[in-house]
């Protein structure tokens, strides 16, 4: 939201130059980076062909009720330490953090049998969490791309080329993966699965690595976890997400979105080089499981009973209440 409320909002002229201009780096009030045209959603990509155009007018409509109202609150899924400068940056409008939404047996375990947000897609196998017990801590590295989007054979051809040798348990995303050229070999080290608890597999101390394509809900789960990334965002705000974990949050590394063929596919070298980064012994690797670690520890202590984001919805939800028993 920080970055399309200024659009609506007299910066609509200067978002749009800036991103036709490609290379030239540029700031949003309320983002504490330098954004290129590769780190915004992709629904501000002004284009006639782009599937995410029919977001724009939604967005409008919502900031113009928001402005309505008197002293509005938002509730957002995020917290305090993460995004300071963003929840302030939408002038009239309270953005109340209460994030990370996370059940409560992978945040404190104050409830062992809360494991599911309750919208599973699929029912899940426990064989994954025996395979992920057999594996040495730190040493598997998990891919998934969200539970919608689906890359191109191409893509998921070169994802898997770069996997090899590596111990991982990897989120099937289409039937066709079932023909990779590397399919067999990645079983023999890893386990493919069609469906699994995300939070319970990155909450295991075998994970080492998570290549994400940084939908927020998949953020949200990383940072409470404490699981470097390999970013390799897709489409919507993905880009702006990876952006903040590789220059901002420094939890992990990203693709770098130039270097694609010309099919528009990121290869397998590339993969593997933002894998070595992430997973190897070097300086880069520290820096990021030290800083992955450091964000699960103020993440857990914002959502944590008493903490400030715990804080934050019940006094809306108090709130609330007393309103509706005045106006009752």
Same mark, same amino acid.
């Given at each position: 939201?920080?970055? &399309? ?13 800036? %991103? ?81 939404? %996370? ?17 599973? %897609? ?12 057999? /594996? ?18 191409? /893509?998921?051809?070169? %994802? ?40 319970? &597999? ?27 990334? &390999? ?98």
């Amino acid at each position: 939201m920080s970055i &399309v409320h200024p659009y609506f909002h007299g910066c609509e002229t200067y978002i749009t130059d800036k %991103i036709k201009s490609k290379d030239e780096p540029f700031t949003i009030p309320g983002l504490p980076l330098l954004l290129s045209s590769c780190d915004v959603p992709t629904f501000l990509l002004v284009s006639t062909t782009n599937p995410l155009s029919f977001i724009f007018p939604l967005f409008e409509e919502q900031f113009r009720v928001l402005h309505k109202e008197t002293n509005p609150t938002v509730l957002v899924n995020t917290f305090e330490a993460l995004e300071p400068e963003a929840l302030r940056a939408l002038d009239g409008i309270n953005m109340t953090p209460i994030g990370p939404l %996370i059940p409560s047996a992978f945040l404190d375990g104050s409830d062992p049998r809360d494991t599911s947000f309750g919208g599973d %897609i699929l029912h899940a196998s426990n064989d994954y969490v025996k395979w992920l017990d057999s /594996q040495v801590e730190s040493s598997v590295v998990y891919v998934s791309f969200g539970s919608y989007h689906e890359l191109p054979k191409k /893509q998921t051809e070169e %994802i898997a080329r770069a996997l090899l040798g590596e111990n991982l348990i990897k989120v099937e995303g289409r039937k066709e993966e079932e023909d990779l050229s590397y399919m067999e070999e990645l079983k023999m080290k890893g386990k493919i699965v069609k469906w699994c608890s995300q939070v319970q &597999v990155l909450s295991h101390a075998s994970l080492g690595c998570f290549v994400t394509h940084c939908g927020w809900n998949s953020t949200m789960e990383t940072l409470i976890s404490g699981v470097p990334v &390999v970013a390799f965002p897709q489409w919507s705000d993905q880009n702006t997400n990876a952006k903040l974990m590789e220059d901002v949050w420094k939890i992990g590394v990203r693709v770098n979105p130039k270097v694609i063929n010309e099919e528009g596919i990121v290869e397998a070298e590339e993969i593997r080089r933002c894998l070595d980064i992430v997973m190897g012994s070097g300086e880069k690797a520290k820096e990021v499981r030290k800083n992955a670690e450091r964000w699960k520890m103020l993440s857990r202590e914002a959502a944590k009973e008493g903490g400030p984001s715990d804080t934050n919805l019940r006094d809306f939800v108090n709130g609330v209440g007393q309103f509706m028993h005045v106006d009752g």
